[in-house]
């Protein structure tokens, strides 16, 4: 069954208990003490950077987040996102800063490059990311990198800094771009929160799931939030503001129970328990969740026929004494991300589409070699996301590579890689025989990657009145005084690496658009001295 389908069958099939949800209200529910100048819900990248941020004005700021604090080491095994650092804590630690066309080509004006760029050099400068975690300045287990260097490099392809020339995209290749410091995964965890900390205007609540913006007409008063001890609400100072960060699955999620979003999806939930606090005169239409997009990949493997010596999994997860001692010092293999090198290339298809992919090349099995192909910026393909009745978010229809235009751009990209294969002489063999090609591999479903964006866009044409925009220039939800959404659901398009650091120059764009929008000002914390980079002397990856 479709989940489209599903969510209509689950619509209908509630329909008799409609009215007893209908007149769910917040009025019996307690009432926090403490009141906030600005309610940030959603502890990721965004929530953290802008929470952050916000403190700069002297306001008081509270930064909600779903999760706890935990990483597998104390019992958190789960790969949701609903964790402090969200999932920046979570992900390949992939850091790669976005290109100006990322912003110039979907993004509308005053979001073009010329505008963010100063809020990415207030990103960088406390959050660079590296191309040498290793503090002793070497690359370790690089069987794959002097494997495939050269059969790159014979193929046309060349090295290329990501950090120094981040445009470049077009048949190059380099060592990958993480967020990794100290030896260990960085982030606005490492880079923002201390900070945050460090002010006595800032509290952050953990475990507690938002589950509306409590709401009289345009004009927000706080939030309905859930924890261990039960339902309340908290309310937000006179003239106060709430702020969505809460990724581009929730924030959909608390939207739709704020009733923001389209009928369909605010229907879902007056029939479900969650229920509907404001009368439908007071619903706001907007086309929350549609028009997602996410990059999509397939993995391709090739056999070593020389045989290739690799640190497996396994070998990683049960590391021998001399890598323990060199992780504590901050070197060594531990400190690496999967990645042991990163390729950029764009194709462009018969009608005319430009499309870019991403690619990792990694070994994590003796005597393979391994790319994940990641399709990215220019995708034709989008999706639609919804809410079910039990008030969990999904996808009535996936956005992973439903284009014709699409297809025939994967078409082209893996052909490329094949043929290297195929060359005299070449020493690696695609596990799915010699004589395969990309109809074989796209006879398959392709994954998901999960850099979604775009359930609740940014732009000038009013969703109200038949635009695609959820949020305006300022990221302000139309039809709202006082709700603002700042994470990668307002993102027009995908970029063309991953997602983590252009949603936090996102982040640093938009407080700076909220701050002047409401009058007031910033004094930039004292930020000490930023981890060091490590970076290497030598342009290749020797």
Known sequence: MSANRLVSTLAIGLGLIVESYAQYNTTSLPVSNSTYDYIVVGGGPAGLVSSQRLTETGKTVLLIERGGPSTASSGGTHLGGCILGGGGSINGMAFIHPTSFDFNDAWPETWKWDDVEEASERLYARNPGTLLPSADGKVYDRASIDLMEPIFKEAGWVYNDGFANPDNKEKVYGRPQVNIANGIRSGPIHTYLPLAQASPNFKLELNTKVIRVVRTGSLITGVEVENAAGRQIINLKTGGAVILTAGVMSTPRVLFNSAIGPAAQINIVKAAETGITVPESDW?????????????RYYIRFNVTGGLSVKTTPELLAPTEEEKQLFYAGSGVLTQSFQRLDLYRAHTTSDGHKIYF??????????????????????????ELGILPNGNTAFIKKPWTNTDT??????LALDEFLDLARKPNSPIVYTG???????????????????????????????????????????????????FVIDASIHPDVPVGNTQAIVMVVAERAVERIVALRGESMKPADVPASYPTNEPSEPDCQ
């Open 406 to 411: 699409d297809r025939e751009a994967w078409a």
């Open 358 to 383: 991403q690619i990792h090349c990694s070994s994590r099995t003796k005597d393979v070699v391994e790319l994940m192909i990641m399709i990215s910026h220019g995708i034709t393909s989008v999706g």
């Open 284 to 296: 706001i239409n907007l086309p929350v969740g549609l028009g997602v997009k996410d990059h999509s």
């Open 433 to 483: 025989g010699p004589n395969a090609t990309s109809a074989s591999i796209l006879s398959a479903e392709p994954q998901d990657v999960v850099h979604m964006v775009g359930t609740a866009r940014i732009g000038t044409d009013d969703g109200r009145t038949g635009g695609s925009a959820v949020v305006d220039l300022d990221t302000k939800v139309y039809g709202t005084d006082n709700l």
